[in-house]
């Protein structure tokens, strides 16, 4: 009797202090987990003030994709194992529907949302079984990852993403977002659209773009990361299709590039618009890169012919780029190939180039102004000596280093 009485009470109280409710996902061996967890979010009773937990100790079988209503104060916690289905045709039938929500994990919307991983080494995986994927070199309706849409106060943090298909973590439309302290062992990584996003803290292995900024992109900074064997911290690609781009206020720093195919990279298509202004990559160390600077914007698809000269063709214009404190050495082996490349020529030859060059800037003529390169100190693998490419025609102001295709000379403008 005294006892019910005073549970009650405690129930009242509790109900008045905070509404906070907390949903553990449930799991059964063998089957999907999605659909327990969807009906959960169906009812509503999650979508506010609520902690949504993958439990620790469990392995979650996450067949179909999630797709989280907008939320407002909602933690969802990977604490748990959580794997995709392990066969590649399974996950090519669901990207193939039309129903498919854009990524495995897709959020759709609103306010304070976090996305929390787990600091323990053991758990708070998400294995995606990339590595078949890879294998197959199959990209045929390859899944985006998670899809942080439209959020304002977001974070992602202490996220662990192992062997992903395909792109992971992309944040397009959301405003006000910290990505810090999390994982990739995998194919490609983060894809920055949005408004004023930091990520800081970030250890990233993979095969395609450490960091990609699109367009619409403003207030970016990345910094105080690692990244292995990928394709380099880029802005682009920009303007296809005849798009117009507008990425502004980027500033990447503090950053290790190992083992890749390029450091800073800048790409816009051939035929775009739009305009990519105050970029800064600085104090980046590289280690074995087979192209530590490098803009180009001539991206070209070498299928449909030689990219065209015209100068009366549009492009996205670009400015006020600067790169500063790049330290480390060029991946100038004879005969080696990176392992993306599956055509001769591979896709990232540049014509003329020798694989010695620190900086290649391949720019139009009057669409990029205020482009700067300072404070480099590279050498080749081989001992030969380092060189750049650039077209003297095509920028107005000091690049930094002596403009030609030739060897690297700094100007004063590159050593001041
Ligand atoms: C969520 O909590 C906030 C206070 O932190 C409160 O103002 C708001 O009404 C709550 N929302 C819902 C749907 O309960
Ligand atoms: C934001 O969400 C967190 C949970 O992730 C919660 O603890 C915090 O109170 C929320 N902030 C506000 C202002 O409601
Ligand atoms: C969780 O997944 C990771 C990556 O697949 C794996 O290395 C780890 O052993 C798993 N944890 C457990 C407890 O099985
Ligand atoms: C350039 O971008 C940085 C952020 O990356 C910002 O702090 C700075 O104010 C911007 N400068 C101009 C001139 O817009
Ligand atoms: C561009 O110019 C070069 C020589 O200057 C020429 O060989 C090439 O065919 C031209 N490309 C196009 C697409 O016109
Ligand atoms: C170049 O851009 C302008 C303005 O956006 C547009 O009117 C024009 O058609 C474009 N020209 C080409 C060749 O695409
Ligand atoms: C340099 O750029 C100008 C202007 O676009 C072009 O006419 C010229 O062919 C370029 N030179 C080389 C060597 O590519």
Redesign the pocket.
């Known amino acids: 009797m005294f006892g019910v009485r005073y549970s009650l009470a405690l129930c009242l109280l509790a109900s008045r202090v905070s509404a906070w409710s907390t949903y553990t996902v449930p799991h059964i061996d063998g089957q999907d987990d999605t659909p327990a967890l969807a009906s959960a979010l169906a009812s509503g009773k999650y979508s506010s003030n609520a902690?949504i937990v993958f439990a620790k100790g469990t392995k979650y079988n996450i067949f179909t994709p999630i797709k989280f209503p907008v939320l407002n104060?909602?933690?969802v916690r990977i604490e748990g194992n959580l794997s995709y289905p392990d066969d590649i045709a399974t996950i090519q039938k669901i990207v193939g529907t039309s129903g498919f929500p854009g990524a495995w994990f897709t959020f759709t919307g609103g306010n304070?949302?976090?996305l929390r991983g787990s600091q323990d080494p053991d758990w708070g995986w998400v294995d995606g079984h990339g590595q078949a994927w890879w294998d197959a070199v199959q990209q045929t309706n390859r899944p985006h990852g998670w899809a942080f849409s439209k959020i304002t106060n977001g974070v992602i943090r202490d996220m662990k993403l192992w062997k992903p298909i395909g792109w992971n973590f992309a944040t397009s439309g959301s405003k006000n977002v910290h990505i810090f302290n999390n994982k990739i062992v995998a194919v490609s990584s983060f894809s920055a659209g949005g408004t004023d996003l930091v990520f800081e803290n970030n250890h990233v292995q993979n095969g395609d773009d450490c960091l990609t900024v699109g367009s619409g992109a403003k207030n970016i900074v990345f910094k105080n990361s690692y990244c292995e064997g990928g394709h380099g911290l880029s802005i682009g690609s920009l303007g296809s299709g005849g798009s117009v781009a507008d990425v502004q206020d980027v500033l990447i720093e503090n950053v290790v590039m190992k083992d890749s195919l390029y450091a800073a990279r800048f790409k816009s298509w051939t035929g775009g618009n739009g305009l990519a202004r105050n970029i800064t990559w600085r104090n980046i160390a590289f280690d074995n890169v087979m192209f530590p600077i490098y803009v180009t914007q001539n991206y070209w698809d070498q299928g449909v012919g030689p990219r065209p000269n015209s100068s009366s063709i549009n492009n996205t214009h670009i400015q006020d780029f600067l790169f500063e404190n790049f330290v480390g050495t060029i991946n100038d082996k004879p005969g080696y190939v990176e392992g993306s490349c599956v055509s001769d020529p591979c896709w990232y030859a540049v014509e003329g180039a020798t694989g010695k060059e620190v900086a290649i800037l391949d720019l139009y003529p009057n669409t990029a102004t205020d482009v700067l390169v300072k404070h480099v100190l590279a050498t080749t693998e081989t001992g030969s000596p380092v060189r750049v490419m650039c077209n003297s025609s095509t920028v107005t102001s000091d690049v930094g280093f002596k403009c030609w295709d030739g060897l690297f000379i700094p100007t004063k403008a590159g050593l001041l």
């Open positions: 902690t104060n909602v933690e304070n949302v976090t």
